[in-house]
Structure formats: structure tokens, C-alpha cells
């Protein structure tokens, strides 16, 4: 023991009990062992020569105490129901739900009732507050008229001034120069923006204006007050070509010469069909859906005898 002890005071070592069969101490002795083992390496960096470098770059702040007195601050009207003897008035909001309860069906919600403006009786303006996204307080100027008139001023001025007048002798060969190179550029934008437009649908399949007008639900109409040079309406010439405008004959009825012919080809065809309907039989290629749990092979108890058909 004594051996022990001079040991741990040469060594400037740390002696703390503990007991693995009763798990006292051990706590103790781990964090013990960690704090030894973070100021070692603390120590181990603060000796290296990079720690000057990072030291100059460091800054502690400690801020000074300061000698206001800052007490809490608490609003009179707290104060005041804080005191003793107050009385909490009977004051009640009237909310909407009462108010329509009261009044019943002459109620009527009015929420621009409570707009708080510098003006009550703005309130109910017809102005909207938001148009086609926008909001109309942006786009108002109080000073809109006197701006108004001092543009309608300077208007006239250089109208008179003759400055809108563009007489070509007044102007330079540079402005004309110009004028010309603008027209070119313009010229050479419309042919772009043409080509543009025939090559747009060049890879479509062409659909004409018939269906375009069957989508859009627009229908081809006639003007019936419009009258010709000869006093007669557009009904008048359809009923003078009404004859030319007469439906074609399918091809089944095409080279027949009455009704009667036409009757006994139709009756014709369909004895011509009948035998072969008759073999119009299911083939390989049609769709079959074959029994997944055939009955004659599934049913009943399987006796005694031989198994070859299950």
C-alpha cells in the first residue's frame, strides 16, 4: 500500500474507488479518464507551431456589464386588473352570428362595414381592389388630371412648333439614309415571318375548313336580306340549281332501271351470302378464352380405379 501511494504521488496520478461487482464508481472513472484525455490533447495542440496562426485570427468578446437598471415593463391596463376591487365591465362584442340571428332573414353580411380608411365614406365605392391581376392602388395618382392637361399643353405647343410635320426636303441625307435602311429591315422581316408561316404546317396533314369550322362549332351561313343584281335572293338561286346539286346514286343502286330491279338484286345478294355464312366458322385466328378448370375433369370424388384421366 505504501508502494502504491508513493507511486501515485510521484506520478501526480488520480485514485478514485469503484467496484465492477456493484457498478459504483465507473461512472466517474470514465468521464475522469476523458476530461484527462481531452486537456492532454489540448495541451499537445496548443504547443504545435500551428496555433499561432489560428490564435491571431481568434477574438473572444466579453461584454462589459452595464449598470442600467432595466425594470419589466407592464402596461397600466394590466396593472389596473391586477389591482384589487377591480370590477371586469360587461362590455360584449357583437358578432356577426348574432347579428343574423337577431335580424334573420333581413340580415344581409357586410364586410366593407369595417374597412378602415381615412374616409368612412369611401367604403362603399364601386372601385375594386384587384382588376385582371393587378392592384388598382398602384396604378392611381391623385395628381392624374394636372398631368393630363400639362401633356395636352405641350401637345399643341409642338404642333404649332410644326415639329410632327415630316417634309423630307428638311431632312438630312443621313436621316434619309436611315428611313431607308429601316424600310429594308422591315421588308426583310416580313419575308421571314412569311416563310415562317408556310413552313409552320408544311409536316401536317392538311385538314381543310370544313372540319376546323365542326370544331369551333361555326356554321356556313347565308344572308337572306342580301339581294342580287337581277331583284332575286340567294334561296331563289339555290332553287334554279337545285338540279345540279342533286345527290349522286351510291354504287349499289348504279345501272339499275327502277325500284323493282333494285329490290330483287338486294334479295339476290343476301341468298348469295347465305352459304357463306354458313361456314363462317370460328378459325385459329379468332379470340378463345379456353375453360381454365374443365367441369368433366374437376368434378366429383376420384374413385379406386386407374388415375390416367384426372
Not at 137 to 160: N, Q, R, T
Not at 230 to 252: E, I, L
Request: with cysteine.
Amino acid at each position: 500500500k505504501q508502494w502504491y501511494q508513493r507511486r501515485v504521488a510521484i506520478t501526480a496520478g488520480v485514485v478514485i474507488p469503484m467496484s465492477t461487482l456493484t457498478q459504483d464508481g465507473v461512472s466517474e472513472v470514465q468521464n475522469t479518464a476523458c476530461d484527462a484525455l481531452l486537456a492532454h490533447r489540448i495541451e499537445q495542440k496548443m504547443a504545435g507551431n500551428k496555433v499561432e496562426n489560428i490564435m491571431n485570427r481568434l477574438h473572444v468578446a466579453l461584454p462589459k456589464p452595464s449598470q442600467v437598471i432595466r425594470p419589466p415593463n407592464i402596461p397600466e391596463a394590466v396593472l389596473a386588473r391586477r389591482a384589487p376591487g377591480y370590477v371586469k365591465p360587461d362590455i360584449i362584442r357583437k358578432l356577426e352570428r348574432d347579428m343574423e340571428l337577431e335580424l334573420g332573414d333581413d340580415y344581409i353580411l357586410d364586410l366593407k362595414k369595417r374597412y378602415d380608411l381615412p374616409n368612412p365614406e369611401d367604403r362603399y365605392d364601386d372601385i375594386p381592389e384587384v382588376w385582371e391581376g393587378h392592384n388598382i392602388a398602384d396604378f392611381v395618382d391623385p395628381d392624374i388630371v394636372s398631368k393630363l392637361e400639362e401633356l395636352e399643353k405641350e401637345e399643341a405647343m409642338l404642333e404649332e412648333a410644326g415639329v410632327y410635320e415630316s417634309e423630307e426636303e428638311n431632312m438630312t441625307e443621313e436621316q434619309v439614309d436611315i428611313r431607308q435602311k429601316a424600310k429594308l429591315i422591315r421588308k426583310e422581316k416580313s419575308v421571314i415571318r412569311h416563310k415562317h408561316r408556310l413552313n409552320k404546317h408544311r409536316n401536317r396533314t392538311p385538314v381543310s375548313d370544313r372540319v376546323i369550322r365542326k370544331k369551333q362549332g361555326i356554321k356556313r351561313t347565308r344572308s337572306l336580306s342580301r339581294v342580287t343584281d337581277d331583284g332575286s335572293t340567294p334561296m331563289d338561286v339555290d332553287a334554279k340549281f337545285q338540279t345540279k346539286k342533286a345527290k349522286k346514286p351510291g354504287r349499289d343502286v348504279s345501272g339499275m332501271r327502277d325500284e323493282t330491279q333494285i329490290k330483287v338484286a338486294k334479295v339476290l345478294k343476301k341468298r348469295s351470302q347465305i352459304k357463306m355464312n354458313q361456314f363462317g366458322k370460328a378459325g385459329e385466328a379468332d379470340r378463345h378464352i379456353a375453360a381454365k378448370l374443365p367441369k368433366h375433369l374437376f368434378s366429383g370424388k376420384r374413385g379406386a380405379g386407374k388415375t390416367q384421366r384426372r
